[in-house]
């Protein structure tokens, strides 16, 4: 198996490793409420996916108690 002459400098190294990174999430609108979500996942908002309602969410306002 074939060996290095010289080891690759940090620099080299570093400039390497720049196209390994993660990239921003692709995302596609949910069509019922809008908003943005993960494609192939259901809406974290409204509970919708493929074409039906799967899960029922309710809303944070709704259950906080006012402050006395």
Known sequence: MALPKRRWS??????GRTHKKLGEPLLSVCPKCKKP??????????????????????????????KK
């Open 10 to 15: 940090k620099t080299r190294t570093r400039k």
């Open 37 to 66: 979500k993960l494609p192939h996942h259901l809406c974290p908002v409204c509970g919708y996916y493929k074409g039906r309602t799967v899960i029922e969410i309710e809303d944070k306002k709704k259950d906080k108690k006012p």
